[in-house]
């Protein structure tokens, strides 16, 4: 089982850094393991407060950055379009969107299909677009 101990004024300046610096679970979760480390030893009092602010920043910073795949990526492309961009003089005025021939070209498809060039669109026996 773990145990925390801290004096009153670390306490209360984690409580400050959690309210009005940390942003992420994460950050909170880095601190929680520096202090619960750091209490191993005996009460953690003040002196080790830049010891745990360095420990979560460390921490965070090797995070792993969100990347989105390729598939992720042709898809947002396609709904881009359909953001609501269009402002009306009433509620219900019936809203007409389109999107554009990239969206559903080459920004479409995915996986072994992958997105086509519009080159190879074909017809029954020919292609319709580009050389044949």
């Given at each position: 089982m773990d145990i925390v101990k801290l004096d009153v004024p670390l306490f209360i300046r984690l409580?400050?850094?959690?309210?009005?610096d940390i942003k992420q679970d994460a950050d909170l979760h880095d601190v929680a393991?520096?202090?619960i480390r750091l209490s191993q030893q005996g009460p953690v009092t003040m002196a080790a407060y830049d010891q745990i602010v360095s420990f979560m920043q460390k921490?965070?910073?090797?995070?792993?950055k969100e990347e989105?795949?390729?598939?992720?990526?042709?898809?947002?492309?396609?709904?881009?379009?359909?953001?609501?961009?269009?402002?009306?003089?009433?509620?219900?005025t019936p809203k007409e969107e389109y999107a554009s021939i990239e969206s559903v070209t080459t920004a479409a498809g995915g996986g072994w299909m992958e997105p086509k060039?519009?080159?190879?669109?074909r017809g029954n026996s020919f292609r319709i677009y580009g050389d044949n």
């Open positions: 409580m400050e850094l959690a309210r009005e393991e520096a202090v921490q965070g910073d090797a995070a792993p989105y795949a390729p598939d992720d990526i042709r898809r947002f492309k396609q709904i881009v379009d359909l953001a609501d961009k269009q402002t009306t003089e009433y509620p219900n060039h519009t080159k190879d669109i």
